[in-house]
């Protein structure tokens, strides 16, 4: 019977836990704590995948990220709020510490309100421009919802995210159907700088631009970006893996666009992806997907004769040696072999100061299995000895940062080690030329010693 409730005790933990690898404690910040009614299902399907939420709000004294300098929280998740500033605890010197610590952040923004300063000097650091009026509706006057903003053109009806990359399909665009689309009301379209930790999740249609709603004018002069300029929905990773996701509206996260049912200007009626979009950034945000691991690495020596021992810490110069790293990706509580895309590469760096080789990792299936892939290459050391480092460096967007290095001595060779004379082809003639002239010099010498002397009448002087 105890091991029966044992067990049952084990199920049961299982089944609560996060599914996310940076832990399962969740900050949601409301303007007001009784708004989380408006956002029940996006925050039922949080606490479904295991995260155990905590609300507050942005002026709450007892609000703090940090707790006896570690972490209070794993990740944090911004409503839109009307005041001007998110208050002394939400600075953001604070938001990037919490960055800098691992802590993972979902921003979500409203063209109804006022974006906060801390949120404007917040993204500003990570190199994202809002409109400086702080208020920037999205409208677009051929993709919007014929039934609820058959006017004012501000409820923008989009594609899965699916069409501009395949990676970006490979994360957020994943069982969306064909009769579905994105639907983004209201929101605000920021946009990014030339950064390479920046990545746009979805960009605007062609034919949307961002105005200020306060503004009477007709015609619009000076529009702050359009088309594919704005990014409606972002993602940025920084260099420790942390993750920072921008969602250009909230509402997009309510309820109401829940499967719900839209109507093109076409009038073809269609289904609302929102849901799952809501669940796959919020995913990629916490670090539910998209998380790579390196489970272990190997190098050794690849010559006949050569001793199996792992990972040594000396080799030396014109070895044949074979590096091999296995890798593993985590997907909604599961771990599975890492498949390099197709259109990708990982590369195995051998380097000093700078690389001396770079070389692809091919899959090896004798060492790969369903739960992790081994990746392998062979290759010959330089004639260079010194300091070296076997180099993984593995950054793409929408994945955690590989950055693997293992330090190596490389030694010159011994002088009982180099390769004797007469194994050499091109030092036969030289060989050869001296044991012609030590032959010579012996006959030489022979013929000198063992010749007679030639014979010489003796001439005899006679004296008086």
């Known amino acids: 019977m105890r091991s029966l409730l044992l067990f049952f005790a084990l199920l049961w933990v299982t089944a609560v ?56 929280y794993d990740h944090v998740i911004l409503f839109p709020s009307r005041a001007k500033g998110l208050g002394p605890n939400l600075t953001p010197n604070v938001l990037l510490q919490f960055i800098n610590a691992n802590g993972n952040i979902l921003l979500t923004l409203s063209s109804a309100s006022s974006t906060p300063s801390s949120v404007i000097s917040l993204l500003a650091e990570i190199d994202i421009q809002l409109p400086a009026d702080r208020t920037g509706l999205v409208v677009d006057h051929f993709n919007y919802d014929a039934a609820s903003a058959a006017d004012k053109h501000d409820v923008l009806l989009l594609p899965p995210p699916s069409s501009i990359r ?55 002069d000076d529009v702050f970006a359009a088309g594919s300029q704005l990014a409606l929905a972002a993602a940025f990773q920084a260099r420790n893996s942390a993750r920072f ?64 021992e792992s990972n040594p810490g000396i080799y030396r110069i014109k ?49 790969s299995n369903p739960e992790a892939a081994a990746y392998t290459a062979s290759f010959k050391l330089p004639d260079q000895h010194g300091i070296f480092n076997f180099k993984v460096n593995y950054k793409r967007p929408f994945f955690t940062n590989l950055e693997e290095k293992n330090t190596v001595s490389v030694r010159h060779m011994a002088h009982d080690e180099w390769p004797r004379s007469y194994v050499i082809s091109g030092a036969w003639p030289w060989i050869a030329g001296i044991f012609a002239t030590v032959t010579g010099w012996l006959a030489f010498c022979a013929l000198w010693m063992y010749s007679a002397p030639t014979d010489k009448k003796k001439v005899i002087k006679k004296t008086q």
């Open 17 to 72: 836990s996060a599914i996310s690898t940076t832990g399962d404690r969740l900050l949601v910040v409301l303007d007001d704590v009784a708004d989380k009614a408006t956002y029940s299902k996006f925050l039922g399907d949080l606490e479904s995948r295991g995260f155990k939420l905590s609300y507050e709000t942005p002026k709450s004294e007892s609000l703090s990220l940090f707790r006896l300098g570690e972490r209070a």
């Open 166 to 220: 395949a990676d970006i399909k490979d994360f957020f665009g994943v069982g969306a159907g064909a009769n579905e689309v994105l639907a983004f009301p209201r929101g605000v379209g920021a946009t990014l700088g030339s950064g390479e930790l920046l990545t746009p999740i979805v960009r605007a249609p062609a034919t949307a631009y961002s105005y200020n709603p306060k503004e009477q004018a007709e015609v619009l």
């Open 245 to 308: 996701a921008l969602v250009g509206s909230a509402e997009m996260l309510s309820d109401t666009w829940f499967d719900a049912e839209v109507k093109t200007v076409g009038g073809k009626a269609a289904k609302t992806y929102n849901r799952e979009f809501a669940k796959r950034v919020s995913g990629w945000a916490f670090q539910e997907i998209g998380v790579l691991r390196v489970n272990w690495i190997e190098h050794h020596l690849n010559e006949v004769g050569a001793t199996n």
């Open 319 to 367: 070895n044949d040696v074979t590096y091999t790293i296995s890798l593993s990706e985590y997907s909604w509580s599961t771990w599975s072999a890492f498949s390099v895309p197709a259109n990708d590469a990982l590369q195995l760096e051998f380097s000093m100061l700078s690389p001396f080789h770079r070389l692809p990792l091919v899959l090896d299936p004798a060492h």
